[in-house]
């Protein structure tokens, strides 16, 4: 199966992955792991190609906070050390961090050597890994700095999804969920029969929203219009997923934060554009199955309301820039709901609590 | 007068540049400067155009030394103090390096913020400020990390050429007349003529041979055939001008290496494509009126040859890649001289010593 040329998943994927190895061997793989990569999702790849003994691999921590150009700089230089050329290839064998610092190395090395995508985790192979934004966090704001580069290709294969955690498959799921809410009732549809994230997650599925973001980032790839659909349940769900981080000892994932983001930023469609009262019901009552209910500290409003104040460059309440949704397959963008509007939203999800929404 | 939409100069080019600035004021102006061009050329500036008053301006070192990731981030640094956005504009003002580095953090912050050269040596307003090639060294490695990136705009002002010295005059000068070569009969012809680097080096020339450099850049952005005829001379050209860095306490300049190795290479040319001897012998005298003979230590063949090995990741000799010429005007690439005439042409040109070719 092959999406607008450049994503390919199972035999074909596998078959591509191979002719591109052979023919980039002679002049050079480097191929960058992390920690965890390297020891559940290497020696599936070496199993399945040949051509890849003498690939150098290049290990990073996998870690947020190594997110920076120092440990892009240490890529550089085993690059160097390896002798890389222009026309050598990176593989960025990985989930998001992996495939944004490798991205971004490859892109910057000799001004810009071939790399692909290995997405290993559902996150990465729906999101990360698509659309060609590369980078770093500078003074951990997010990042910062960084270039748009296309990957030569993306390969989806779910093998790489039997090591991973349940957890971070549904955080993977929150983003097929909101590619489903933007592109087509017919795709959330899918979401509400199926019930069940194991079942939404196999390779067809995950292509077809990994498609979604592709050709919405193929219309617009340096985000000046369209693109910013894409982050629908964000500006909400990103402060969430601060605010966790900084209270909670096993913080929320990014997907379990925007799940919640999604019902949030419903909400406010609703109230601003006529979002569908039924579909924010179903999206609470689908997301309040797969994830536990978040209990935030007494009154969070504030905070949270500061943070997305700060996400936004210490942009006041009022500018605060919503992508939202008029319904199903209809998003909309540079949208400003207002401070009070956002504070209803978040007290909606709170009283979810209770248990579903009838 | 307007280049391809993107070099502006004259009265037409202080006119557009001022819109320019108008239109970027209100989300911010980031001028990079080094200590030289910030006492000789940003006064001018700041003369004439309005709008700069809130403009932050960056320091940087001019020296080879600081073309490095560090400065990089020195400059993503105070664009975050600055509150730079992603619709803000940085003006790079001054040679090479500022172009290069600038060019390179603008492209990289924010996935690229727009950014204009205004270059002030001539050398850069020639060569390095054009054709998007951004970067910075890697371990002493000339231009290892990079994008390429096209500034918004390129702006050619005669008036801050007031303030260089002639030798660094004549280090643009070399690429000038590398341009002319690898262009057309005719505009080697003028400099032949005029004889004189004072009165080649004015705005229309300038311009034209910019635009020689413009035409092939946008023929092969990328560099993967006709823009490697820029390297013209600059085989032979590097090696010497490393050469001097390690002997001499006043080195030769860029350009005037370069203008030894257009001279090396041109004999080269002669002997594997018959250019033109008569046209050698025009280049030898106008290289010899110009530039003080060069003295080598003895028998630097060797040296070179390694230096030159070097610059290409360690080929052997007789996989020297060089751009020559056929004759003016027509420019080859991916040709292999091998040692013994690289020697000879060295010989060449030691033994032009004794004056003027006839």
Redesign the interface.
Known sequence: MNISNSIYSGVVGWSRLQEIILEYKKSGIYILVDENTRELCLPLLKAKCTGLEEALVIEMHSNESNKT?ASV?KI??QL?VG?A?RNSLMICLGGGLVTDVGGFAA??????INFIHIPTTLLAMVDASIGG?T?VN??S?K??????ALPKAVFIFEEFLKTLPTRQKLSGYAEMLKHAMIHSEELFEKFIILNSHEKVCNEVNILESASVKLDIVNSDF?ETGLRKSLNFGHTVGHAIESYSQKYDSDPLLHGEAIAIGLICESFISMRMFGFDKNDLKRLANLVSWHFPHYRFKPKPGDELLALMCHDK?NASSSQLNFSLIRKIGEPVFDKFPGEKLILESLHFYINLEVGFFV
Not at 107 to 112: D, E, H, I, S, V
Not at 143 to 148: C, K, L, P, R, T
């Open positions: 150009i700089e550089w230089q160097v002798n050329v892109a910057t090395f000799k001004r810009g934004k980078g500078l003074n704001i990042n910062q700095i960084g270039v748009f340096t460059k």
